[in-house]
């Protein structure tokens, strides 16, 4: 294996594990949060942690697209399996991105509600 593939196969190894690593410490806060907040904000918040979620599987794929089975990164890429895999993962990409927008839509829709309330 060359110096850089070890390189960049700890560098993806590292981020990977530190980004599952917050993806966890991200859902414990969001539950020790949401036994805090009212039902209405909640459901924005569920859609948030959704789109978190997503958004780690889009990046958790995009890794198998540029290093193996895709390999984009190396000398002899292999499309044929590379272009499903980018397609997944921009397929989650958008998903999250878009519950993400969904939750923020519920959260500004509960303080509009609570601002014309009183």
């Known amino acids: 294996m060359e110096k850089i593939g070890i390189g960049l196969l700890l560098y993806f190894g590292i981020a990977g594990i530190l980004s599952l690593f917050f993806l966890i410490l991200t859902i414990i806060f969001w539950a020790k949060k949401s036994a805090l907040i009212e039902h209405s904000l ?3 918040s569920r859609w948030k942690l959704m789109g ?4 780690f599987f889009g ?3 995009l890794c198998g697209a540029i290093w193996k089975p895709g390999a984009l990164y190396s000398n002899n890429p292999n499309f044929q399996i590379a272009l499903p895999i980018l397609l997944s993962s ?3 990409f958008l998903i999250g991105w ?3 927008f969904i ?3 519920k959260a500004y829709k509960f303080f509009l509600l609570k601002k014309g309330s009183s």
């Open 42 to 44: 909640r459901v924005g």
């Open 52 to 55: 978190y979620i997503f958004l």
């Open 59 to 61: 990046s958790l794929f």
């Open 90 to 92: 921009k397929g989650f």
């Open 98 to 100: 878009i519950s993400l």
């Open 103 to 105: 939750g923020e839509i």
